[in-house]
C-alpha cells in the first residue's frame, strides 16, 4: 500500500502539521507522495528531499509543481490538459485544526472520491467543536469535565469557582488556553481566548489530576489500541509543549495502570470512537479524578498520528487503509420524472 501525505492547511495549527509530516516521514517508508497544502488553498506537490522546514518558511515550495483537485485524485497540469498524479492508493489526511479538522477536506475528500485516511465529515465536526464533544461524549456514555460556554458578546458572569480554565472551543494544541487563579486575570484569559474564536469554554482545574492518551481505530471487526501515555506535564500541556511534542520520532512506553484502570479506558476510548470515527486513527485524551474517568478532548488527526504509540506503525495504516468506509453511490434512474412526462402527455416533453 501506496500513501500520498496531506499536510498544511489554513489554520492556526499549520506548522505543527509542517512538523508532524516531517516527523511522519522518519517512520512512514511507505508515503511516496507529499501533497502540501497552503494557506491560500493552493496544492503543491513536495519532492522527499524537500521535506524541510524551512522549504516551507521562506515559500520555496511555490517553485514547485501545483496541483489541481478533481475528480478521482489529484492532477498535474501538462502542455494538453492535465495528467492524474499517480504513486499513491491512500491519501493521509494530516492537516491539523482548520480545514483538516472541521470537515472541509473530509468534505472535499469525498466529494471527488479519493480514498483517505482520517476523520470523516461528521466526526469532524463533532470533534473539532469542544461544546459538541460533550454532547457526544454524553450520548456515547462518556463522562466529560463539567463546563460553561461562553460567546465572545454574552455577558462575562463565570460561576465556575477558581482555580479554571478557559479554552478558545474550536482549537487545538492549546493555543489561547490559559489557567486562572486570580479573578484579576479572567478578563484577560477571556480576552485571549476569543482572539481565536467567539466562543469558548470555562472548565475547573483541578490539580493534580491524572491524565492518559489512548490512540487506535477499529479495522474491520478488530480494534487496534496502541499503548497507554500518561504524558509528562507541569500544569497543562501549552503550545510549545506541544508544537515539541508533535516532531518526536521515538516511541513511547506505556504508562504504569493497573488492569482495571486499563480495560476501563480502553472501553470508554471503544464509546467515543464508535461508527463516527471509523477510517481513522484517533487519539482520546482522558482525566481520571476520584476513580472517575472523564474525556478531556477527541484528537482526530493526533500528531504525527501517534505513530509512536504502536509497535509496528506502517502496517496498522496498511491494514486500515484496506479496511476504509465506503459511502452509499446514488445513482439517478429519472424514473418519477418519467412518469410525470408521461402523465402530462407527448405535449409536455
Known amino acids: 500500500m501506496k500513501f500520498a501525505l496531506?499536510?498544511?492547511?489554513?489554520?492556526?495549527?499549520?506548522?505543527?502539521s509542517i512538523v508532524s509530516a516531517i516527523a511522519l516521514k522518519k517512520v512512514?517508508?511507505?508515503?511516496?507522495?507529499?501533497?502540501?497544502?497552503?494557506?491560500?488553498?493552493?496544492?503543491?506537490?513536495?519532492?522527499?528531499?524537500?521535506?524541510?522546514?524551512d522549504h516551507f518558511a521562506d515559500a520555496t515550495y511555490r517553485k514547485g509543481e501545483r496541483l489541481s483537485l478533481e475528480r478521482g485524485g489529484f492532477y498535474r497540469k501538462k502542455m494538453l490538459g492535465s495528467k492524474r498524479l499517480e504513486g499513491f492508493d491512500v491519501l493521509i489526511n494530516l492537516v491539523h485544526g482548520g480545514q483538516g479538522e472541521d470537515g472541509t477536506l473530509a468534505s472535499l475528500l469525498e466529494f471527488f472520491d479519493i480514498p483517505f485516511i482520517g476523520p470523516r465529515r461528521e466526526a469532524s465536526v463533532v470533534s473539532c467543536n469542544k461544546w459538541l464533544t460533550k454532547l457526544y461524549a454524553?450520548?456515547?456514555?462518556?463522562?466529560?469535565v463539567a463546563y460553561e460556554r461562553l460567546g465572545?458578546?454574552?455577558?462575562?458572569?463565570?460561576?465556575t469557582p477558581l482555580p479554571l480554565i478557559v479554552k478558545p472551543l474550536r482549537l487545538g494544541?492549546?493555543?489561547?488556553?490559559?489557567?486562572?487563579?486570580?479573578?484579576?486575570?479572567?478578563?484577560?484569559?477571556?480576552?485571549?481566548?476569543?482572539?481565536?474564536?467567539?466562543?469558548?469554554?470555562?472548565?475547573?482545574?483541578?490539580?493534580?489530576?491524572?491524565?492518559?492518551?489512548?490512540?487506535?481505530?477499529?479495522?474491520?471487526?478488530?480494534?487496534?489500541?496502541?499503548?497507554?501515555?500518561?504524558?509528562?506535564?507541569?500544569?497543562?500541556?501549552?503550545?510549545?509543549?506541544?508544537?515539541?511534542?508533535?516532531?518526536r520520532t521515538g516511541e513511547v512506553a506505556e504508562a504504569d495502570v493497573d488492569e482495571r484502570l486499563k480495560e476501563a479506558l480502553i472501553q470508554a476510548f471503544k464509546r467515543v470512537y464508535g461508527t463516527l470515527f471509523d477510517g481513522a486513527l484517533i487519539r482520546c485524551d482522558f482525566f481520571v479524578h476520584e476513580g472517575k474517568i472523564l474525556l478531556n478532548e477527541i484528537n482526530p488527526i493526533p500528531g504525527s498520528l501517534a505513530h509512536y504509540l504502536f509497535d509496528n506503525y506502517p502496517d496498522v495504516l496498511d491494514r486500515l487503509a484496506q479496511n476504509l468506509p465506503h459511502k452509499r453511490a446514488i445513482r439517478p434512474t429519472y424514473a418519477y420524472i418519467d412518469k410525470v412526462q408521461s402523465a402530462k402527455g407527448p405535449k409536455s416533453r
Not at 6 to 16: A, K, Q, R, V, W
Not at 30 to 53: C, K, T
Open 6 to 16: 496531506l499536510f498544511g492547511g489554513e489554520s492556526y495549527e499549520h506548522e505543527i
Open 28 to 53: 512512514l517508508p511507505n508515503v511516496s507522495q507529499y501533497i502540501f497544502l497552503d494557506a491560500e488553498g493552493g496544492f503543491w506537490l513536495i519532492a522527499p528531499e524537500h521535506m524541510r522546514s
Open 138 to 144: 454524553d450520548g456515547a456514555g462518556v463522562d466529560t
Open 152 to 159: 465572545i458578546d454574552d455577558a462575562r458572569e463565570v460561576k
Open 173 to 247: 494544541s492549546s493555543i489561547g488556553v490559559s489557567v486562572v487563579r486570580e479573578a484579576g486575570r479572567l478578563d484577560y484569559a477571556l480576552d485571549q481566548a476569543f482572539e481565536f474564536d467567539d466562543e469558548v469554554l470555562v472548565e475547573p482545574f483541578v490539580e493534580g489530576i491524572a491524565e492518559y492518551n489512548v490512540a487506535g481505530c477499529r479495522i474491520g471487526d478488530e480494534w487496534v489500541i496502541g499503548r497507554i501515555e500518561a504524558p509528562q506535564k507541569e500544569e497543562f500541556l501549552d503550545f510549545e509543549q506541544k508544537y515539541l511534542d508533535f516532531g
